[in-house]
């Protein structure tokens, strides 16, 4: 299926382009590629306990490993490590992973220290709540206690929409998202604000789904991608080129579909998320455009 992308990716590597970052050579070397993967990112990246992860984003990348063991002529061990919202960047950097297959939003400041594959999710930002609660907007959070998680955007987001100037709220800060959804499981905060998805996966798995709900105004649309380091023009070569195919034969819609819309392991829990319209016209029409960009694009 893959066969002639990466034949073409081959030819180009054996004609000597010069890559700033060649993960392909480091992985090569080494005979192990290390994936970075999230405990707690909804469905596209969780733990299943142990060293084993899953979700629709590792199941792409494991596609794409695939790839580059056939690219570079040698099978890979394939090693799990767990990153999170403020260590992700640095870990790529320095080369303790090789491959992030988590929940990262590409944007223009993250862009300036790694690269992104192109756009493999689209993710709006909500928050959740206790449905007693009696917050269904942005303008209920008014004197109330927002959680997010440490490292992440998504109160940054919240306060420069308009519907949120002047609105005072206080902000606490969890260590993973789990950790986040628990400040309001426990009471502690009032709402959580994150990427719908996520907060879906949290909701599904959680020990009482009822006594949850989704709410209030989308606060942004965001392109959320594969990450690699920056400039490793060779690796993100076969990960574009993995996706273009996956769509090509129409698997991605099939992975899509296992993750968001049928029973997950191990509980059972369907999140059921059906594809948005816009990760379909991305998929469609493939892009690696920050969310400055993107959002723009999404909104004309």
């Known amino acids: 299926m893959f066969k002639k992308s990466i034949l073409v ?25 290390t994936m970075g993967v999230r405990e707690s990112s909804g469905v596209l990246s ?3 306990g142990g060293s084993k992860y899953v979700g629709y984003h590792v199941a792409i990348c494991e596609k794409a490993i695939e ?38 939003t590409n944007n223009a400041t993250r862009q300036k220290d790694v690269s992104f594959a192109n756009t493999t999710f689209v993710e709006e ?5 206790k449905p007693d609660s009696n917050i269904k907007s942005i303008a209920d959070l008014k004197g109330k206690t927002v959680a997010t998680t440490t490292g992440t955007t ?23 998202h789990s950790d986040s959804f628990l400040l309001v499981e426990s009471g502690r905060a009032d709402a959580f604000v994150m990427d719908g998805s996520l907060l879906a996966g949290l909701i599904a798995r959680s020990k009482n789904p009822k006594d949850f709900k989704i709410v209030g105004e989308v606060l942004s649309v965001e392109p959320i991608a594969i990450m690699t380091r920056k400039d490793d023009e060779g690796l993100l070569k076969i990960v574009n080129a993995t996706i273009a195919e996956l769509v090509k ?52």
């Open 9 to 33: 990716l081959v030819a180009a590597l054996a004609v000597g382009v010069a890559y700033a970052q060649d993960t392909l050579k480091k992985v090569k070397d080494s005979g192990t590629i």
């Open 46 to 48: 969780y733990t299943l």
């Open 67 to 104: 790839n580059i063991e056939k690219a570079i002529g040698k099978k890979l061990n394939v090693q799990f490590q767990p990153v999170t919202s403020q260590n992700r960047i640095p870990l790529m950097q320095n080369g303790t992973i090789d491959i992030e297959c988590g929940s990262t």
């Open 125 to 129: 930002v909500r928050m959740v709540v």
């Open 154 to 176: 998504s109160v940054q987001t919240l306060r420069k929409n308009k519907r949120a100037e002047s609105l005072e709220f206080k902000e606490l800060f969890g260590k993973d």
């Open 249 to 300: 034969s129409g698997e991605i819609f099939k992975i899509y579909d296992k993750w968001f819309m049928q029973p997950t392991v191990p509980s059972g829990a369907v999140v059921n998320l059906p594809m948005s319209d816009a990760l379909r016209n991305v998929l469609k029409h493939p892009n690696n455009l920050p969310a400055e960009e993107f959002a723009k694009k999404v909104a004309s």
